[in-house]
């Protein structure tokens, strides 16, 4: 069964490095997103990306974040400088055409700054 | 505001107790009601899309049902395996793709 994978599972950052996480959304999907979820609190939305581009962004996604897809199978988040407070598991979701469809997430990245 | 909230917090069941799960929401228009499971250190696994007032989703021994205002995840006799947390997202319209999830309920089933 297709799923969306994300690597590292697991990433240990000081703060201020840059870190890179990396998703392979399922293969026939054309919408990719990004979601953070820090412990003990709910999923919250950062971006979402169409054709491209970004197509919505949170207020949690601000000028440290970045979302690229370099090539024609993965779709990765940069946080340029980490700061402690972005501790969390990142999530990769991508969903099929149709804008009212499920998505389907990955097993996620914990994120540990230190 | 667009807000999800999800109850109980947290559910402890014996082994075949059957219970229900709420998920009510205050959104401008609904597009779609989503409800997915996740286990401990896991990305959501999704469970059923809800569109429309009155739709019922059934598999296995969970049963989603939608109203104006909330919706409800059935559970009939849980077994130890059903134990997780159950999330509700909802997708309101004049927002794009992007879900916004509840809290979740943390269900834990008792052998």
């Known amino acids: 069964e297709p799923e969306v994978t994300q690597t590292p599972s697991h990433q240990v950052t000081q703060m201020g490095q840059e870190v890179i996480l990396r998703c392979v959304p399922i293969s026939n999907h054309l919408y990719f997103y990004w979601y953070r979820q820090i412990l003990g609190q709910k999923v919250e939305f950062l971006v979402s990306?169409?054709?491209?581009?970004?197509?919505?962004k949170s207020e949690i996604f601000d000028d440290q974040f970045s979302v690229e897809r370099p090539d024609g199978s993965n779709f990765t988040l940069k946080i340029r400088s980490t700061k402690l407070e972005d501790s969390a598991m990142y999530f990769c979701a991508s969903h099929l055409t149709g804008m009212n469809t499920e998505a389907f997430f990955g097993q996620g990245t914990r994120l540990t700054v230190v | 505001e667009d807000q999800v909230t999800q109850s109980p917090e947290a559910l402890r069941l014996q082994e075949g107790e059957s219970s229900s799960l709420n998920c009510s929401y205050t959104?401008?228009?609904?597009?779609?009601l989503f409800w997915y499971r996740q286990d401990p250190g896991k990305g959501p696994e999704f469970l059923f899309t809800?569109?429309?007032a009155g739709e019922e989703k059934e598999k296995e021994r969970l049963k989603a049902t939608l109203t104006k205002k909330e919706s409800f995840l059935h559970i009939t006799a849980p077994k130890p395996e059903d134990s997780a947390t159950y999330l509700c997202a909802v997708r309101p319209r004049g927002t794009g793709n992007q879900f916004y999830f509840g809290t979740g309920t943390s269900l834990t089933v008792i052998p």
């Open positions: 959104v401008s228009g609904l597009r779609g």
């Open positions: 809800l569109y429309s």
């Open positions: 990306f169409y054709n491209n581009e970004i197509s919505e």
